[in-house]
């Protein structure tokens, strides 16, 4: 999918204060979150709490109706945005309001109900600070919590001093609050409605809860004499006893603080009095609490996203922001550039798909790569690169089809039976067939896919970016070299492995040499080794969102690997994307139940994870791997270089870069640990993704995006301490962004300890 | 833990007990100061510098409100604020300084064992024809939105809890 937004500028104005501020949430989330007792069961508990919810919705919502009529509210249920603006409108012109001050809410972003109030004649003042702030700049919110994240102290200063002119200028942020203190103060005493959202609502008793820090909340509602509340219908759970998960989880998740100032547990029948400020004869005791109370809950396409068994997961979102702060596109680009009409990050794809539709998912959709790296981050659980996947799979099959050039379309057999996605996406998606070819005809297919008139065509036909080097693929493959040897299995009495390795498409086409170090490393810990014919995974299709094309792999891939699995033999797999596709992605494309998908699964590992396997629980003979003052013997062409020797003795140590999947999959340490163990001196990075991401990095749409991300990675490769060290990682993306990187040759943690010429 | 707590959210404790509770409500408040009933404890504002059940203006004026909190949770340092036909929202909210009196046998354990407090007997107050609104306040207000985290945004800059014990 092409797009048309200027991500260079946003990453040049915006991103700077948007990365500063999400990663210092994510620090605050990863601290918060580990100060929990049990963090992984409150997650399931809320997420069960919310699937539960969502099941039940209609008749939580007749429920909620009664409790809330019974005293004295009003929910009006409105079919979508301008049904509910409607009533809205409908409320604060029989309160004959002249001013509505509002606390944030995404959801009143959502049905843009301010340009309709002020239509009206209607003052509609943002308390929220954040949100104010950009009512003033008149932009829109980059971040679904902290609204103006895309904003420096400087430049708020600056939009201030230049819309208020105050004397003395604004300068720190505590000038700059006590200002917004003051002036929206005064607003809101002299208010009449108090517009708010809710995070989440009790169906037995209608209380709402609200998340907030700031008092303006609070204030906007205990200032005046009628309360809105919009929210969709989604926020709507069995009882106040069901927020405790949430109102744990939330503000770690997404600032990463444990709990936020307030949270806000407000019935219908608020007893709080309505005061006119002014008033100096009136004790408060004597005045009453007669507060209108108004619950607007908004449809605008959520049952019909209930009803869709893909997009319903969505609607447990809670909105906490872990997914944008955990996301390194959303790190560099901001929600103006990763966000549709109101929603932002990687859960906005299910949002705007079910609110907006699928035009307006289509414009920034492709900015998830699926690294996976909010799915642990995701406080119900959600999958959000699978729903990202979806949809890209419904924008594809939705796009027209006679833009196909029948020439191309040999390279892109694999056509999804109704609809097809864009050229370029077929190309990745079907790299399988490229590779293929690729091979049979090296060099000549890589010598001709570097000549620039080539390299034009891919650009303009593919969007293959011509400053990307293309992946270089070997004549012959992995698998033809280990079937043309014979096995050097090494005699260990306490290992009696059996052991499949996965022929993944680049270890099997262009990254050979870490397929056969592999085999030699695994042989020496005594394992008998097989490489056999096995379909590719499938892991390029599906991040183009061909869902069907992804299928077949799968079926085929598991057909195959759970005979061997039924004859004792485990599968060990070097491409770390492609064993998340095994661990994650299959339950999605075949039948979960599936005893073959599981068999396959349950005997799965990683390549390090199972030479740490075999080394702490086997006592297989680590002695036989090279470590940092054993040397290598040869150096392939992805060894690691001149630094890399490991001259005995004086070895740099190595800083290794874990894959984003394999993170998400908890997989980082077993490789940390394997290196340790043999003597190597280890640094690791900490940021969220490569920015490669499989295809993502070679799109002429994206290539900016990827180079921003990986700049952060190239700060951490070349940072003090760091750049002498040999550049290790286990992705082949990784690898080859951290090749265009820096100077230094990254290698594959198993091309460093596979056993030397000795 | 209930100290601990506080201590990480930045309020200020002082313990106290029914008969030193005149001196330390006194050291507490910035005046001019306003307050509600304390309910659900065994001391009152009635003996103190405190203005009792003031008028709209006169909590505009005043710099410190003392109000009751109806539960505390162990380990946020979070407490309960009951918004009541007292003003007790009001008076805990439209200042800059807010003072907080509770019972020591209102501190339950963690946020499970309070919301189903919450639940269980959602109007634990006077004639009420609902359920009891509530805040649970964790330390003072805050905002980040301006480039910098601050304490004291929209509402309190500081928060002080008064824990009376026997």
């Known amino acids: 999918m092409g797009t048309d937004r200027d991500y260079e500028r946003l990453m040049r104005t915006e991103g700077p204060s948007v990365r500063q501020n999400t990663l210092a949430f994510n620090e605050g989330r990863y601290d918060s979150v580990a100060r929990l007792d049990d963090y992984e069961a409150l997650k399931s508990e809320a997420r069960a709490i919310k699937e539960d919810a969502i099941e039940r919705l209609p008749d939580l919502i007749e429920e909620l109706r009664e409790a809330v009529a019974e005293q004295g509210g009003h929910v009006y249920l409105a079919d979508d945005a301008e049904d509910a603006n409607d009533y809205i409108r409908e409320v604060v012109a029989e309160r004959d309001a002249d001013r509505v001050v509002k606390s944030k809410s995404m959801t009143t972003e959502e049905i843009e109900v301010n340009e309709v109030l002020e239509a009206d004649g209607v003052d509609v003042v943002e308390t929220d600070l954040g949100e104010w702030v950009l009512q003033v700049a008149d932009e829109a919110p980059s971040h679904i919590v902290a609204p103006a994240i895309h904003k420096s102290r400087e430049g708020i200063a600056d939009l201030l001093n230049e819309r208020f002119d105050p004397d003395p200028p604004l300068e720190t942020a505590e000038e700059l609050t006590e200002f917004a203190r003051e002036h929206l103060g005064e607003l809101i005493e002299s208010a009449e409605v108090g517009m708010t959202g809710a995070n989440f609502i009790a169906a037995d008793s209608g209380t709402i809860a609200l998340v907030t820090s700031e008092g303006n909340a609070r204030k906007s509602v205990a200032a005046t004499d009628t309360h809105i509340a919009v929210a969709g219908v989604e926020k709507v759970v069995p009882s106040v006893a069901d927020f405790a998960p949430f109102v744990e989880l939330i503000g770690r998740s997404g600032t990463g603080q444990d709990i936020t100032s307030y949270i806000s547990l407000l019935s219908p029948s608020n007893q709080t009095p309505v005061v006119d400020f002014a008033d100096d004869e009136t004790p408060l005791s004597e005045l009453d609490g007669d507060r209108d109370f108004h619950l607007v809950l908004i449809d605008n396409g959520r049952t019909a996203m209930r009803e869709d068994d893909q997009l319903r997961e969505t609607l447990y979102c809670i909105r906490c922001s872990a997914c944008s702060n955990s996301c390194a596109n959303f790190q560099s680009v901001g929600g103006h550039g990763f966000g549709g009409e109101t929603y932002s990050g990687g859960i906005a794809t299910g949002w705007e798909a079910g609110i907006e539709g699928l035009d307006t998912a289509a414009e920034f959709n492709d900015l998830c790569t699926g690294c996976s790296r909010c799915v642990d981050a995701c406080p119900v659980e959600i999958d959000i690169p699978w729903i990202n996947t979806v949809v890209r799979d419904r924008i594809n099959r939705g796009a027209d089809e006679s833009a196909f050039d029948p020439l191309v379309d040999g390279l892109t057999p694999d056509e999804e039976d109704s609809g097809s996605p864009p050229l370029g996406k077929r190309f990745f998606g079907n790299f399988e067939t490229v590779a293929k070819l690729g091979s049979a005809t090296a060099p000549v297919s890589n010598w001709l896919a570097d000549l620039g008139p080539n390299r034009w065509f891919m650009e303009r036909a593919l969007g293959v970016d011509r400053r990307r080097d293309l992946p270089e693929f070997r004549r012959e493959t992995f698998r033809e070299w280990a079937a043309n040897r014979t096995s050097a299995t090494a005699a260990v009495e306490s290992v009696d492995s059996r052991v499949v390795v996965y022929p993944d498409l680049y270890t099997n086409h262009v990254r050979t040499e870490r397929g056969k170090a592999t085999v030699r490393t695994l042989e020496a810990l005594g394992c008998e080794v097989v490489v056999p014919p096995v379909r590719s995974s499938g892991r390029a299709p599906l991040s183009q969102g061909m869902i069907r094309t992804a299928t077949d792999h799968a079926e085929a891939v598991v057909a195959t690997l759970s005979e061997y699995v039924a004859e004792g033999y485990d599968v060990v797999v070097v491409e770390p994307s492609d064993l998340a596709m095994f661990e994650r992605e299959y339950e999605r494309l075949l039948d979960s139940e599936s005893d073959a998908l599981s068999s396959v699964t349950d005997r799965t590992y990683e390549v390090l994870e199972y030479v740490y396997g075999l080394v702490t629980q086997r006592d297989a003979p680590v002695d036989r791997l090279t470590g940092p003052g054993d040397g290598h013997a040869e150096a392939g062409p992805d060894a690691g270089g001149t630094a890399a020797g490991g001259r005995s003795g004086d070895h740099p140590g190595v800083v290794y870069h874990s894959h984003c999947q394999q993170r998400t999959l908890d997989l980082e340490a077993h490789t940390v640990a394997v290196l340790e163990q043999l003597g190597y001196d280890v640094a690791t990075t900490d940021v969220e993704c490569c920015g490669m991401a499989g295809s993502f990095g070679y799109k002429t749409d994206y290539y900016e995006v990827s180079m921003d991300v990986g700049e952060q990675l190239r700060g951490q490769l070349d940072a003090d301490g760091n750049r002498d060290r040999v550049p290790v990682a286990s992705g082949t993306s990784c690898l080859e962004q951290i090749e265009s990187l820096i100077a230094r040759r990254p290698t594959h943690p198993v091309r460093l300890i596979e056993p030397g010429d000795r | ?166």
């Open chain 2, 1 to 166: 833990m209930f100290a601990d707590a506080l201590e990480r959210v930045g309020v200020t404790l002082s313990r106290t007990s029914a008969a030193t509770f005149e001196a330390t409500i006194t050291d507490a408040v910035d005046p001019p100061a306003v307050g509600v009933p304390l309910t659900g404890t065994p001391v009152s504002l009635a003996e103190t510098p405190v203005s009792l059940d003031p008028t709209p203006a006169e909590l505009r004026r005043a710099t410190t409100g003392v109000t009751p909190a109806s539960l505390a949770v162990a380990d946020y340092g979070s407490v309960a604020l009951p918004c009541r036909s007292d003003g007790a929202e009001l008076v805990s909210l439209f200042v800059d300084r807010h003072v907080v009196v509770l019972d020591e046998s209102a501190v339950t354990p963690d946020m499970e064992t309070a919301f189903e407090r919450f639940a269980e007997s959602p109007s634990d107050s006077e004639s009420q024809s609902g359920p009891e609104s509530r805040i649970l306040a964790t330390g003072p207000s805050a905002t980040a939105d301006m480039g910098a985290l601050v304490q004291g945004a929209h509402g309190p800059k500081d928060v002080t809890a008064i824990l009376v014990e026997d």
